[in-house]
């Protein structure tokens, strides 16, 4: 049951948060080994806070969409059994305490005024209203699990690492910004598209389900459309943070070269109904932007 669970909370997705956190902070020169960076253990507190608040999250959504899953999702683990309905609550509950304990943990260790306390009680708090409330809002839940997606990068704005004795609080709030603001915002941007072409290819299960998700409201090829556009736009704005000079060129290069095709790739997958693929291909490229943004760096 417990390699079951862990399957649940999706150790991919935590690995991802994981290593956005990183590069978060690498991105701002505030890693351990960098003076006025966070010490190793706020570090791997934060790391942790994310991997209970990912897995706590997943699994109290798998049992919120049990019905729709049995339709869907017939080989995750509550559908076939494998994991109890029982068993997998008490696990979410545990694993929001945990959560919130590490918040607690980094803000008692590093007197950082409660930033990391406060972070992982708001950040429990939007997964809680969208596993109960948002994501049945089409579209809008497309946008927060966006948005969830680039909250590792959140926590780095506004955590008190690497910064300058001399930085005023709006001069430092702005630096880092601008160094993170291209990673938040494709994060943003791909996820949306993304996830817009998952409810494109669970359209049928969630329509039998009762699940009205933006395809079934607007129709599968305006939802499609807009996935395309969100790629295309993300695209399109590559040059901007080298044009306001965060970036050097070789950013450009880098996801130019990775980039280009993978939107390409996207399109045509989406065009034959393989939203699937579509969705692999985005995470690819979500992937290649992160990597351009630290070799660029």
Request: hydrophobic share 55%; glycine share 6%; with cysteine.
């Amino acid at each position: 049951m417990l390699a079951a669970l862990v399957k649940m909370s999706r150790p991919v997705n935590i690995v991802i948060a994981m290593v956005t956190l990183a590069i978060g902070y690498y991105l701002l020169s505030a890693l351990p080994v960098n003076k006025g960076g966070i010490e190793w253990i706020p570090l791997v507190l934060q790391a942790l806070g994310f991997a209970f608040a990912i897995a706590f999250a997943n699994i109290q959504n798998d049992i919120l969409d049990l019905a729709s899953d049995k339709l869907n999702r017939p080989e995750r683990p509550l559908v076939s059994g494998k994991v109890s309905v029982t068993a997998a609550r008490r696990a979410w509950i545990v694993l929001l305490a945990l959560t919130i304990a590490c918040g607690i943990a980094d803000s008692i260790l590093t007197q950082t005024n409660g930033t990391a306390c406060i972070f992982f009680i708001l950040l429990s708090g939007l997964l809680i209203a969208y596993n109960k409330w948002l994501k049945h809002i089409p579209l809008l839940k497309n946008m927060t699990v966006a948005f969830l997606c680039a909250t590792p990068l959140i926590l780095c704005l506004f955590y008190p690492a690497g910064l300058n004795a001399s930085d005023t609080l709006v001069s430092a709030l702005s630096h880092k910004i601008g160094l993170l603001y291209p990673a938040m915002l494709f994060a943003f941007l791909l996820t949306t598209a993304r996830e817009i072409y998952k409810d494109l290819e669970d359209e049928t299960g969630d329509l039998k389900a009762g699940i009205m998700t933006f395809p079934l409201i607007a129709g599968a090829p305006t939802a499609r459309r807009l996935a395309g556009l969100i790629c295309l736009f993300t695209w399109a704005i590559l040059p901007l943070p080298v044009a306001q000079g965060y970036y050097p060129m070789l950013f450009l290069i880098i996801t130019g070269i990775a980039f280009t095709p993978a939107v390409i790739a996207i399109l045509v997958f989406a065009n034959k109904r393989n939203y699937r693929n579509s969705q692999k291909l985005v995470k690819i490229a979500m992937f290649a932007g992160l990597i351009a943004l630290v070799v660029s760096c």
